[in-house]
């Protein structure tokens, strides 16, 4: 006999998790959140997104101080760092919006679980082999974890994952990335700046391939002028470790001649696969694809009705944001009403500097899908806010069909792109024109004034180029 039941409990407490758990709650539902962590928030707040950004916020304070700020005219002398203060701000931060969402919780009258949830039957979960609880609905988000590459056996102190590079007690004298994507170029800029050497590696011939190809290779030229080193279209085959370091063994991905690499820690950010390990799915009939996802259909349901999926264990991006999205729909649903996510406006942002955010297509999309567009773009050479700030590398680039004007696209790269791009989400998700942003009034002097200056691009010729 279950020890308490519910209306709907929720398993994982990610940024999935607990944003349906608390909009469940704040529809009338009685909720429940297991999580294996003794905080909430998932990778995301402890392990993610949210330490990885107080590194590169305060890394970059480091790189300013060093070399950039006497362009302003401020003489420093003797910058040094203290890298135990320096981790010790990130877990500050951390702890703090830990505590922030266990208040949401008590707020809302949610119950937080805490242990590994293993479903027994369709109705009821054991929490660490003991208690049983049972619903009337679950919800699994149990979110990603990393992928391990084969020969590489990571031991979070020289060969690492993202995990493990929140945390390395000194900075290395030379870092090697496994992979070009979102984290590695992340987590490699952090500790560029702080002195380490960086080689990034990359199987495909580019870094971010899924971007916008002329976006992407704005970034890659930034990155290698910050000092950081790449090897594309190569792989890592082997690594070898000895009381002098790490030797890696690479190989052009297509095959060819092997070459080595010394380094002293080695980060492997070869990307993230859905974490559904020990919940008990087969005891359910629920039925893994090919990619270790769990299928489901419109409404998040699995194939057991009443046990919905959502975030980074079942189709999409893996995304925060995404999730937060779809914990709030599966609330809603549950509660009857009729939510709808549009995936072809969820933005993406690389948080390196500069920063690159995207949103809906690029311009591989739509020539590979055959439709006519136009392109409008505007340096931040020419906006006069970028100019006073000192923060004049990049573009905004808007992609719009060229029948209707309809935005079908928008990549911004700028120290500021992570902000500017929401504007853009909502122009996709309101399906409005270039012309519509270019006759929006933006502020002055403002960075965003290049949104609007590269909408009249698309649909006229913008006034400032």
């Not at 299928?295 to 189709?315: K, R, W, Y």
Request: glycine share 10%; aromatic share 6%; hydrophobic share 40%.
């Amino acid at each position: 006999m279950s020890e308490k039941s519910y209306d709907l409990i929720i398993i994982g407490g990610g940024p999935g998790g607990y944003v349906c758990a608390i909009k469940a709650a704040q529809l009338g539902l009685k909720v429940a959140c297991v999580e294996m962590r003794r905080t909430l928030g998932g990778c995301c707040l402890n392990v993610g997104c949210i330490p990885s950004k107080v590194l590169l916020h305060s890394s970059q304070r480091f790189e300013e101080a060093q070399h950039h700020l006497g362009d302003h005219g401020i003489e420093i002398s003797g910058v040094k760092l203290n890298l135990k203060k320096f981790l010790d701000r990130k877990n500050n931060v951390v702890e703090e919006l830990a505590k922030g969402i266990d208040f949401l919780f008590k707020k809302n009258k949610i119950d937080f679980i805490n242990g590994k949830a293993e479903f027994i039957s369709k109705t009821e979960v054991k929490v660490d082999g003991k208690t049983v609880y049972s619903a009337k609905n679950f919800v699994i988000a149990t979110g990603s974890e990393v992928v391990s590459l084969p020969g590489i056996t990571i031991d979070e102190k020289q060969i690492v994952s993202s995990t493990g590079a929140l945390e390395l007690p000194q900075v290395p004298k030379h870092l090697v990335v496994i992979g070009g994507g979102y984290i590695g170029l992340e987590l490699g800029t952090v500790w560029r700046r702080l002195g380490a050497k960086v080689t990034v590696v990359e199987f495909a011939d580019r870094i971010v391939p899924a971007m916008d190809h002329e976006i992407g290779d704005a970034l890659h030229r930034e990155l290698k002028k910050q000092g950081i080193d790449f090897n594309l279209s190569t792989k890592v085959t082997e690594v070898k470790k000895d009381k002098s370091g790490l030797t890696v063994t690479l190989e052009p991905a297509s095959g060819g001649k092997a070459e080595h690499i010394n380094c002293d820690v080695l980060l492997s950010c070869a990307g993230r696969k859905p974490y559904t390990g020990g919940l008990g799915l087969e005891n359910l009939g629920i039925e893994l694809d090919e990619r270790g996802r769990i299928p489901v259909n419109g409404a998040f349901q699995t194939s057991v009705p009443h046990i919905f999926a959502l975030g980074d264990v079942i189709d999409g991006p893996m995304l925060a944001h995404k999730a937060e999205e779809e914990g709030v729909a599966v609330a809603e649903i549950l509660a009857g009403q009729h939510p709808h996510i549009n995936y072809n406006a969820i933005p993406g942002v690389v948080y390196t500097h500069p920063e690159v955010a995207t949103v809906g297509k690029t311009e591989e999309d739509l020539k590979k899908a055959n439709i006519s567009y136009k392109v409008g773009k505007f340096p931040f050479m020419a906006n006069a806010r970028a100019k006073a700030n000192g923060e004049t590398v990049g573009m905004v680039k808007i992609l719009s069909d060229k029948a209707s004007d309809e935005v079908l696209g928008v990549h911004i790269i700028h120290s500021e792109a992570g902000t500017m791009i929401s504007e853009c989400v909502l122009a996709l998700e309101y399906r409005a024109s270039s012309e519509d942003i270019a006759r929006t009034c933006h502020p002055h002097p403002t960075v965003s004034e290049a949104i609007k200056e590269a909408a009249l691009a698309a649909y006229s010729k913008a006034i400032h180029a």
